[in-house]
């Protein structure tokens, strides 16, 4: 059944908030003060979800997408609007989300991407032997020869699909600075792989199936801000570099004394600040493998321990400075409590959810100051937004 409404906002995610009979409704590509006529797609207690049907008075911010996958591959929320006014959107966003969870008024400064091709790493469904993504409500799949966020080099392996030659399952595709490739793939059918096309096509680092390497090898070598790091194909990365080498500009500043660099990856962010003595955490094996040997790499002593990042407690040591860059779901109690206690001069907090990160600030600003906050617009043209905040202790 169809309905007629007008959006009056949108929700954390970009989504149209309008209502129905007095339900809230969630629409998304759709834009503040906009009449659409909408097709319920979910009831659910408390709200519905919708889809657009057509767009009865377009805002004046609307723009044709230039995507012919979007609104069908769930993968961008922001194509019906130009750059400019997605950051304004995002910009507002995370202040509101700063009032709502964290009771903060925040100015942030927001720093800008190229719009498209930055994505170093992508992952797609294979099915009857075509590549795509599931769409992100119904869960169909659409078959893509293309993804406009992807690198290049990512979306010329995808034109060559054929040469992997395997029905269904599910592939990986990470592309470095030099555009070499990394490629994980699952599945449980036979498959048949043209491995010396590919390496004549495309610079072919290695390839892992269900988990063996049968290719190459399973890591590459990043480089940014000067830096290079090794990365396995299980260790977690940032997707975009040019945003990367931003976030290395802002934390670089000063000499941040003895670090913590918790949820350190393979190392990225510690050993990117000035400091005289570093100790990184992070739960992945492969991950802190890698960081130890980026310390070498870098002519940096620093001290890497697999684990839980609540381990921080156990470092026997002044700490001046936490760096902390977790997961979507953010800091958990005993980490938060334990760098409370630590209390040191300065946290930088990194977060890709600003409601969790909004959340985190809500306990930490008891005893620190905002001295400044970037949005750092990460992943152009889809819902997902970074943050990074400094703080600094407010005085006793
Ligand atoms: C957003 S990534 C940041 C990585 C790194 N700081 C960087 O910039 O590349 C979050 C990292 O936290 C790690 N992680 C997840 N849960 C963890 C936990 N409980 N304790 C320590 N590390 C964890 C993940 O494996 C991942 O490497």
Known sequence: MKKNIIIKTLDHEGKGIGNIDGKIIFVPNTLPNEEVSVEITKEKTNYLEGEVSEILKPSSLRVKSVCPYYNKCGGCSYMHVNLNDEESIKTNIVKNIFKKYANLEINPTFI???????????ELKIENNNWGYYNASSHDFIKIDNCLIAKDSINKLIKNKDLFNIKNGEIIIRSNYNDELLIKINTEDNYNIDID????????????????????????????????????????????LD?????????????????????????????????????????????IKDAIKNAKINNQNNIYMLGDSSN?????????????????????????????????????????????????????????????????????????????????????
Do not use: W
């Open 197 to 240: 096309r590919l390496k004549n096509n495309h610079k072919i680092i290695g390839i892992i199936v269900n988990n063996k390497l049968i290719y190459g090898e399973d890591y590459f070598y990043e480089r940014v801000g000067g830096y290079i790091f090794k990365v396995n194909i299980n260790s977690f990365f940032q997707v975009n």
């Open 243 to 287: 945003i990367l080498n931003e976030v290395f500009n802002i934390i670089k500043k000063g000499n941040l004394g003895n670090v913590v660099d918790l949820y350190c990856g393979v190392g990225t962010l510690g050993i990117a600040v000035n400091k005289d003595k570093l100790y990184g955490i992070e739960i992945i094996p492969e991950a």
């Open 312 to 396: 921080i407690k156990e470092i026997n040591d002044e700490i001046n400075t936490i760096i902390i860059d977790p997961p979507r779901s953010g800091l958990n109690k005993q980490t938060l409590d334990n760098i409370l206690k630590i209390n040191p001069e300065i946290i930088i907090y990194m977060s890709c959810n600003p409601i969790t990160l909004a959340r985190d600030m809500f306990e930490i600003k008891q005893k620190y100051d905002i001295h400044n906050c970037y949005i750092l617009n990460m992943f152009p043209r889809t819902k997902h937004i970074e943050t990074v905040c400094l703080l600094n202790r407010k005085n006793p």
């Open 112 to 122: 800008s991407s190229k719009e498209y091709n930055y994505r170093n790493k992508i």
